[in-house]
C-alpha cells in the first residue's frame, strides 16, 4: 500500500511537471509578443501619454514576475492581453498627434502672419524720411534687433515642435508674441484687426496643446 502511495506522489509530480513544461512555451512566446510590441511604442508613449505607457510597464514586469515564478498559465493570460492594449494606445497617440498638429498650424500661421506684418511696418520706418511722432530712431534700430530674436525664437519654436518637444514649443511661441507686442508698442503701430485676431487664434490654439498636454 505504501509502495502504491509513493508511486502515485511521483506519479502526480511528474505530471504537475509535464503540464507546467507544457505551458511554459507557450508563456515564453506571449511575453516575447508583449515584450516585442511594445519595444517599438514605449518611447513614444512614455513622451505622448506617460501614466497609460506606465501601466503597460507594470503589466510587463507583472508578466515577468509570473514567469520566473513557474505560473505559465497565468502569464499566457496576461501577457497575451497586453498587445491589444498597446494597439489602442498607438491610437490614443495618433490622436494626441493629430490635434497638436492642427493646433500648431493655426499658432504657426498666426505667429508668422504676424512677423510678416510687424517686419513690413519696420521696413517702412527704417526707410522712412520722417518717422512718425513719438517714434524716435533708437526705437526703430531696437525693433529690427528685437524682430530679428522673435524671428530665431520662431524657428526654434518650430524645430521644437517637429522633434515633440511640445511644451518647449509652446514656451518658444509665447516669448514671440511678448515680443511682437513690444516691438508694436515701442514703435506704436495700430494694427488692431491683426493683433485681435492674431491673438485670438494663438490662444486657442496654446489652449488646445496645453490640454492636450495635461491629459
Not at 507583472?62 to 491589444?84: E, H, S, T, W
Not at 508674441?177 to 487664434?201: N, S
Request: with cysteine; hydrophobic share 50%.
Amino acid at each position: 500500500m505504501r509502495n502504491l502511495i509513493k508511486v502515485s506522489v511521483v506519479v502526480l509530480a511528474v505530471a504537475v511537471a509535464a503540464a507546467c513544461a507544457s505551458q511554459k512555451g507557450p508563456a515564453e512566446v506571449a511575453l516575447k509578443a508583449a515584450q516585442d510590441a511594445w519595444a517599438g511604442v514605449s518611447a513614444e508613449a512614455a513622451k505622448y501619454v506617460p501614466d497609460q505607457a506606465k501601466s503597460i510597464d507594470e503589466a510587463l514586469k507583472a508578466a515577468q514576475d509570473l514567469f520566473a515564478k513557474g505560473d505559465y498559465a497565468a502569464v499566457v493570460k496576461d501577457a497575451a492581453a497586453i498587445p491589444a492594449r498597446i494597439a489602442d494606445l498607438q491610437k490614443t497617440i495618433q490622436t494626441k498627434k493629430d490635434e497638436w498638429t492642427a493646433a500648431w498650424r493655426t499658432l504657426d500661421s498666426a505667429l508668422g502672419s504676424g512677423l510678416t506684418a510687424v517686419q513690413t511696418k519696420v521696413d517702412e520706418l527704417a526707410t522712412a524720411k520722417k518717422l512718425p511722432k513719438g517714434v524716435e530712431k533708437a526705437a526703430v534700430e531696437g525693433a529690427k534687433t528685437a524682430l530679428a530674436t522673435a524671428q530665431q525664437t520662431f524657428a526654434d519654436a518650430k524645430s521644437a515642435f517637429g522633434e515633440g518637444n511640445y511644451e518647449a514649443a509652446l514656451a518658444s511661441a509665447e516669448q514671440v508674441k511678448k515680443e511682437l507686442a513690444r516691438i508694436m508698442t515701442d514703435l506704436k503701430l495700430e494694427m488692431p484687426v491683426a493683433v485681435e485676431a492674431g491673438k485670438t487664434l494663438t490662444e486657442a490654439a496654446e489652449k488646445t496643446i496645453e490640454g492636450a498636454l495635461k491629459k
